[in-house]
């Protein structure tokens, strides 16, 4: 039988490898797919998997690419039935405004840049942000992913066991 994803978690270009692990961590406590489009600013190897703690790594169902291209060939089809969240601080509507569906690709920007504008211009309609004071200028990425992951898990309501 094959696995279907609760949701598609992407990370286009991720930089610190304990983010992208904190990540993948949270992907397999809810069932979510993690997508890591490439350039990355780390190696996938035994070694850095063991230095970012992914003990849990064999357990995760992930996925690199090269490109957004790529990412979104591979998810073509049943990209027609699912939708694109791009989480950025210049959105105005805040994460949990949306209403998630399964399968749903929610996707994070590198540590340093952030999503590209030419991929916020494409999806702007579909545009989430985490609010927060001025004062902040970004949250930790494996924070601001699992508090977007579970809001949708939160109104998905999945049997997690």
């Known amino acids: ?29 809810v069932g979510a797919k993690l997508w890591l489009v490439k350039p990355l600013g780390f190696q996938i190897n035994e070694k850095e998997l063991r230095r970012a703690g992914l003990d849990y790594w064999p357990h995760l169902d992930w996925e690199a690419v090269e490109n957004w291209s790529e990412l979104t060939r591979k998810l073509a089809q049943p990209l027609a039935q699912k939708r694109i969240w791009l989480l950025t601080k210049t959105a105005t509507r805040p994460y949990t405004a949306a209403a998630f569906s399964q399968g749903d690709m929610l996707v994070f920007g590198s540590e340093s840049a952030g999503l590209p504008p030419e991929l916020l211009a494409q999806y702007g309609d579909r545009t989430l ?25 939160r109104q998905l309501a999945p049997p997690i066991a």
Request: with cysteine.
């Open 129 to 153: 942000r985490i609010p927060m004071r001025r004062e902040v200028r970004s949250l930790n990425l494996s924070a601001a992913a699992a508090a977007v992951i579970y809001e949708a898990v």
């Open 1 to 29: 039988m094959k696995y279907e994803p609760l949701l598609h978690v992407v990370l286009y270009q991720p930089e610190i490898p304990p983010n992208t692990g904190n990540i993948g961590r949270t992907c397999v406590a």
